[in-house]
């Protein structure tokens, strides 16, 4: 009986994700990471996003609001006329450029089928 409790202690709990999986299914969407991507490059304007993204005006203001209010992207208005809107990532989102590095790294070395494997 001691044996089985033992191993049953040692299996991961379903209902717990690793952090990996976490974070995943926080920023894992197709347009948060082209957005949180995109902001890399430095602040921008809502229509700069719009052409840089190709996101619908509809699906970039969700995307922007849900990361504003997981504290990933600051937005900051301009009250001269025309009113600008402007979007950058927070120390938290910028948090996540080695990681985007990562992904790029990888995409590059085995995204494409007919690449061979990086050299390090």
Same mark, same amino acid.
């Given at each position: 009986?001691?044996?089985?409790?033992?191993?049953?202690?040692?299996?991961?709990?379903?209902?717990?994700?690793?952090?990996?999986?976490?974070?995943?299914?926080?920023? !894992?969407?197709?347009?948060? $990471?082209?957005?949180?991507?995109?902001?890399? &490059?430095?602040?921008?304007?809502?229509?700069?996003?719009?052409?840089?993204?190709?996101?619908?005006?509809?699906?970039?203001?969700?995307?922007?609001?849900?990361? !504003?209010? $997981?504290?990933?992207?600051?937005?900051? $208005? &301009?009250?001269?006329?025309?009113?600008?809107?402007?979007?950058?990532?927070?120390?938290? !989102? &910028?948090?996540l450029c080695p990681v985007f590095d990562a992904l790029e790294e990888w995409g590059d070395g085995?995204?494409?089928?007919?690449?061979?494997?990086?050299?390090?």
């Open positions: 009986m001691a044996i089985e409790e033992s191993l049953q202690d040692d299996e991961p709990d379903a209902s717990a994700p690793c952090s990996v999986v976490e974070s995943i299914e926080r920023i !894992g969407s197709r347009w948060r $990471m082209v957005v949180l991507y995109d902001l890399q &490059e430095g602040e921008k304007r809502f229509s700069e996003l719009e052409r840089s993204t190709g996101a619908s005006s509809r699906t970039l203001s969700r995307v922007l609001d849900d990361l !504003g209010e $997981m504290g990933l992207v600051d937005r900051r $208005m &301009e009250p001269d006329a025309p009113v600008a809107t402007y979007y950058s990532l927070t120390e938290r !989102g &910028e948090a085995w995204v494409d089928e007919d690449a061979e494997p990086p050299d390090h």
